[in-house]
């Protein structure tokens, strides 16, 4: 059975920092590509960045591209998504997801997390 688990999410201040991370059971990690997604309340799911497996490529979503980054530890099954300078739109469940496939469109990923929440205060 796949598992992918979130954590590292909470409530942060605008211009702070947190970590997410995303670990994985169940699948041979280091033959998949990650991807972070978030998501509000009503609003359709938005992609955030995606790593390789190979952990070469890397691909960011507009409104993160500068400010997060994201990582992969294939010997400890995890997925890693740096955010800093973070803003209140940054307001958002954040699921991570894993597909062999390299994309940036959540339809492509076959596995999800349940999501972390990240709140960041004005």
């Known amino acids: 059975q796949v598992q992918l688990v979130e954590s590292g999410g909470g409530l942060v201040q605008s211009g702070g920092s947190l970590r997410l991370s995303c670990t994985t059971s169940g699948l041979t990690f280091s033959t998949y590509a990650m991807g972070w997604f978030r998501q509000a309340p009503g609003q359709e799911r938005e992609f955030v960045a995606t790593?390789?497996?190979?952990?070469?490529?890397?691909y960011y979503g507009d409104s993160v591209k500068g400010r997060f980054t994201i990582s992969r530890d294939d010997a400890k099954n995890t997925v890693y998504l740096q955010m800093n300078s973070l803003k209140p739109e940054d307001t958002d469940v954040y699921y991570c997801?894993?597909?062999?496939?390299?994309?940036?469109?959540?339809?492509?990923?076959?596995?999800w997390g349940q999501g972390t929440q990240v709140t960041v205060s004005s």
């Open positions: 997801a894993a597909d062999p496939l390299f994309s940036r469109y959540e339809r492509i990923y076959d596995y």
């Open positions: 790593i390789s497996w190979s952990g070469s490529a890397t």
